[in-house]
């Protein structure tokens, strides 16, 4: 679980820092002040190692090409002048780690890789090694080094050499390639959670293989009492049975019911590790929202992972506040994020402070 | 107090914060006289509220970019000295939890006032001011009454509040009965709501704002300015 993160020089984020961050962290602030890209962050460092990770963000923040252009917003400004450097303490176990992306530049670097490790049809391949540094720092931008480490108590650290290379750097699409160091394994997992049917789909069908949507109708259950079983049909839609002659199918729910399900679903396909939901008031109604709350809680718990949200809403922001007032365990942060100018604050409501929201007349957000 | 949905943040750079709606419309009408502007005025509940309300009021938005900070309470029927300290606690233990709150290379050392009265030398400074005069029990309708001591229908009062301390059961707050009584005895009567009736009545002009009682205030505001 993540304890701190500390951010520089990444995307539009100068330097930033969260401490003490709990099993539910909410991050809220006005457009452009860095929320997406604290999430992008913490994702990266669940697995430094692994390269590929800065190609699926990318996807995700719905990048239609890959160019040295995309590639270079993972720097401040687009200045690849100042490498990235983001910084995490971990629990359970306890750890510290560090990531660096640097730039890389020239066409020997990209002939260096070809001649010595031809590109699989994965997209993936071992990484070489330091000697790739020495390459000519002579010439174009094309791609990034992801130089890690990871330190844990009484243990060697252990450091990682990864990249992300454009194979063809003046196409304006290039194909994009990632090398990990062939030794690297990770243990920690992380997922965004993805809205398209397919995958929510794809998730509650692993459930269902695993025999374990008991596990998941015991969370919806809270919301919905009369649920007694999900099931897929022979169309691949997924349906709800509510005690009615038919099941019914999850879009006719209502309630955001299927919302809720696909961050369930996320959840349980990342027991034990991290879940980052951006925007997670988008497609749920406000008189859904402390129903999400409470499945969320419940289902941390139940799958123990930790999850990092953002918001824009004031309703999401009170229905977490209505949602944990029961809860006695201190496990939860709300988070804001000021941008001012090149500046970024950051200021902390604990626990009880997110109980007085609803019942208070201040600005959280 | 009402809710207002979480939507207040800090616009100004100077904050005076009262307790309630009352404090909002004396003060509105007061600055209005004395013509001072770009301040804002903005209630943090009275009693056990104001402790309650400040974690969440110095965290929203806008808070550390205020200039200069001020806060008036009532001293009740203690003596001033004591609504001070607890004004004053509840500030610095909401200013270090939320300094605690942020990195340190983003805290601010914040410096509380010695006395009611006067300002701290901190940045940004910050005053607290007890009604009715920074010493003696009492609340803004104390205040208010002493700036028409010297009015005909204060006569009326008077005989109203002697008739009263003859009562078995007189009214338990004073100085509100005796406030109320000067409006009723106005010739046009305002028409208050609940925990608006000394303010309305600033707004209608039924105190003299040039009363020398209010001195001590007005010095108190001119630190603020």
Redesign the interface.
């Known amino acids: 679980m993540f304890k701190k993160i500390k951010i520089d020089h990444f995307r539009g984020i100068a330097h930033l820092e969260l401490s003490d961050l709990k099993k539910i962290n909410l991050i809220v602030g006005e457009n452009n002040c860095g929320k997406t890209s604290v999430l992008e962050a913490l994702f990266l460092l669940i697995n430094p190692g692994n390269s590929q990770l800065l190609g699926n963000v990318n996807i995700l923040r719905g990048f239609p090409l890959i160019s040295s252009e995309v590639l270079k917003i993972s720097f401040l400004k687009s200045n690849i002048d100042k490498s990235v450097e983001l910084e995490a303490e971990l629990r359970d176990p306890s750890e510290k780690r560090t990531l660096r992306l640097t730039p890389s530049y020239g066409q020997n670097f990209i002939q260096n890789i070809q001649q010595e490790a031809p590109a699989s049809g994965t997209g993936v391949t071992p990484f070489l090694g330091n000697k790739l540094k020495t390459a000519d720092a002579v010439g174009e931008f094309t791609g990034i080094y992801f130089d890690a480490e990871i330190k844990q108590r009484q243990k060697k650290t252990r450091k990682t050499h990864s990249s992300i290379v454009l194979t063809q750097p003046n196409l304006p699409n290039s194909p994009l390639e990632s090398r990990i160091d062939k030794d690297y394994k990770e243990i920690r997992k992380g997922s965004f959670v993805s809205s398209s049917d397919g995958s929510l789909v794809h998730r509650f069908q692993k459930i269902r293989v695993a025999k374990q949507t008991g596990d998941i109708v015991e969370v919806l259950k809270k919301i919905e009492p009369s649920l007694t079983g999900i099931e897929t049909g022979a169309n691949g839609l997924i349906y709800c049975d509510v005690g009615f002659e038919n099941l019914l199918p999850i879009n006719a729910m209502g309630g955001g019911f299927a919302k809720i399900l696909s961050i369930l679903t996320t959840i349980y396909d990342i027991k034990g590790g991290m879940v980052f939901i951006d925007e997670i008031e988008n497609g749920l109604h406000h008189t859904a929202q402390e129903s999400l709350w409470s499945a969320i809680i419940e289902a941390v718990k139940k799958f123990n992972v930790q999850i990092f949200a953002t918001t824009h809403s004031s309703e999401t922001v009170d229905s977490f506040g209505k949602a944990i007032k029961n809860h006695k365990e201190d496990e939860f942060r709300l988070f804001r994020i000021e941008k001012k100018e090149d500046e970024f604050d950051v200021v902390k409501y604990n626990s009880e402070d997110i109980k007085a929201i609803p019942d208070s007349d201040w600005e959280v957000r | 107090?009402a809710?207002?949905?979480?939507?207040?943040?800090i616009k100004k750079e100077k904050l005076l914060l009262v307790e309630g709606k009352d404090e909002i419309h004396f003060f509105g009408a007061l600055f209005r006289h004395i013509n001072q502007i770009d301040i804002q005025v903005e209630?943090a509940g009275g009693g056990d509220n104001f402790k309650?309300?400040i974690?969440?009021?110095v965290?929203?938005?806008g808070f550390?970019g205020l200039k200069k900070i001020a806060v008036i309470r009532d001293a009740e029927k203690k003596e001033a000295v004591n609504a001070f300290k607890s004004a004053k606690n509840s500030l610095r233990k909401a200013l270090k939890e939320?300094n605690e709150?942020?990195?340190l290379n983003?805290r601010i050392k914040y410096l509380l006032p010695d006395a009611p009265g006067i300002f701290s030398s901190g940045s940004p400074p910050i005053g607290i001011f007890i009604f009715p005069d920074n010493s003696r029990p009492g609340m803004l309708e104390d205040l208010c009454l002493k700036t028409v001591e010297d009015h005909p229908a204060m006569k009326c009062v008077n005989g109203f509040y002697d008739c009263c301390q003859k009562l078995k059961n007189p009214p338990k707050n004073m100085a509100k009965s005796k406030a109320e009584a000067f409006l009723a005895a106005m010739p046009r009567p305002i028409r208050k709501t609940a925990g608006d009736g000394v303010g309305l009545a600033a707004q209608k002009g039924y105190w003299n704002f040039d009363s020398d009682h209010l001195n001590p205030l007005k010095f108190f505001l001119s630190q603020l300015a």
């Open positions: 107090m809710r207002r949905s979480g939507s207040i943040t209630m309650n309300e974690p969440m009021l965290k929203t938005r550390d939320l709150s942020k990195p983003q």
